[in-house]
């Protein structure tokens, strides 16, 4: 268990004591303040759902197979080339340095859609001067930082646990990178 507290006076939990539960025993390996760090990266996974079902499954109908077999051969189809897609993207990050969060997914998409037809007209002689060209291109779509996402623990109604909503909670100040405002405490090693 890792202990920490936010010095940061803008998110929600600010001076509140919170513990992180790993499995990651080796603090030399895994260094408390990175695992903690790690904790913003856990909205990747609703934009992660997004771009699945909404920009690369662009069907609004259910799956088509009437078996739960299909169903699951499909739903493996669509996971496989959201990976490829991925990687892809990981792969034209590493050539510019870039974290792959900030490259377009649907740009991204799109030119590997359009890339394909390339692939296949050209002598395989030809297939690495695409592929730069592809991964060039993926790079300058790039998306700008992600803000912090923070959502105060309010609502309107009375006789809650959570503060009242009020005109402050509707536009907070930016809180500082998260990375910023983390203070492990004495017991915060991993115990």
Same mark, same amino acid.
């Given at each position: +268990?890792? /202990?920490?507290?936010?010095?940061?006076? *803008?998110?929600?939990?600010?001076?509140?004591?919170?513990?992180?539960?790993?499995?990651?025993?080796?603090?030399?390996?895994?260094?408390?303040?990175?695992?903690?760090?790690?904790?913003?990266?856990?909205?990747?996974?609703?934009?992660?759902? %997004?771009?699945?079902?909404?920009?690369?499954?662009?069907? *609004?109908?259910?799956?088509? #197979?009437?078996?739960?077999?299909?169903?699951? *051969? /499909?739903?493996?189809?669509?996971?496989?080339?959201?990976?490829?897609?991925?990687?892809? +993207?990981? *792969?034209?990050?590493?050539?510019? #340095?870039?974290?792959? %969060?900030?490259? #377009?997914?649907? !740009?991204?998409?799109?030119?590997?859609?359009?890339?394909?037809?390339?692939?296949?007209?050209?002598? $395989?002689?030809?297939?690495?001067?695409?592929?730069?060209?592809?991964?060039? %291109?993926?790079?300058? &779509?790039?998306?700008?930082?992600?803000? !912090?996402?923070? !959502? $105060?623990?309010?609502?309107?109604?009375? +006789? #809650?646990?959570?503060?009242?909503?009020? $005109? /402050?909670? &509707?536009?907070?100040?930016?809180?500082?990178?998260?990375?910023?405002?983390?203070? @492990? @405490? /004495?017991?915060?090693?991993?115990?």
């Amino acid at each position: +268990m890792i /202990e920490y507290t936010i010095d940061d006076p *803008q998110p929600p939990g600010h001076g509140e004591v919170h513990r992180l539960l790993t499995t990651l025993l080796a603090p030399e390996v895994y260094p408390p303040l990175e695992l903690i760090g790690c904790y913003p990266e856990r909205w990747e996974v609703e934009l992660t759902i %997004d771009e699945i079902d909404t920009h690369q499954r662009l069907l *609004q109908r259910p799956f088509r #197979s009437l078996r739960p077999v299909g169903v699951i *051969q /499909e739903l493996y189809g669509l996971l496989l080339a959201h990976f490829i897609i991925r990687f892809i +993207m990981h *792969q034209a990050a590493l050539t510019g #340095s870039l974290d792959p %969060d900030r490259l #377009s997914f649907i !740009n991204s998409l799109r030119l590997i859609t359009d890339a394909l037809a390339d692939f296949q007209l050209v002598h $395989p002689d030809h297939h690495a001067r695409l592929w730069l060209r592809l991964l060039t %291109d993926i790079r300058h &779509f790039q998306l700008p930082p992600r803000d !912090n996402r923070i !959502n $105060p623990r309010v609502v309107k109604r009375k +006789m #809650s646990k959570f503060g009242k909503k009020r $005109p /402050e909670h &509707f536009h907070p100040p930016p809180p500082a990178p998260f990375r910023d405002g983390i203070v @492990l @405490l /004495e017991s915060g090693a991993c115990a």
